[in-house]
């Protein structure tokens, strides 16, 4: 069975760091392109990183910078280390492969900044 859980989220003050996990199972982390996604209150969800099988990343120009996906091929996670968070990056962030996959979709995990 094919699927995600998302974690690490929480609340932070503009300028903090969180971590984000995303355990996949059903399928490798290195096998394609995987990408983590944001929704926004009643938004689009929106693909904020990339981590190609090779390895190559790619960042949304809002995120460049503060953001770095990785992956850890033996525990078949993803990973997204947030830095320098402000408060539009408040959203529910979740895995996918790139393209998404809609039945991919795990819970995602919420992150909120505000002081």
């Known amino acids: 069975q094919v699927q995600v859980v998302e974690s690490g989220g929480g609340t932070v003050r503009p300028g903090g760091s969180l971590i984000l996990s995303c355990a996949i199972s059903g399928i490798a982390v290195s096998s394609g392109a995987m990408g983590w996604y944001r929704q926004a209150g009643g938004g689009r969800r929106k693909l904020v990183a990339t981590i190609w099988d090779n390895g190559e990343t790619d960042y949304e120009e809002m995120v460049q910078g503060r953001f770095t996906i990785s992956r850890v091929n033996a525990t078949n996670t993803l990973y997204l280390q947030m830095d320098n968070l402000r408060s539009d990056d408040t959203s529910v962030y979740y895995c996918?492969?790139?393209?998404?996959?809609?039945?991919?979709w795990g819970q995602g995990t919420q992150v909120i900044v505000s002081s």
């Open positions: 996918n492969v790139r393209p998404p996959w809609p039945p991919f």
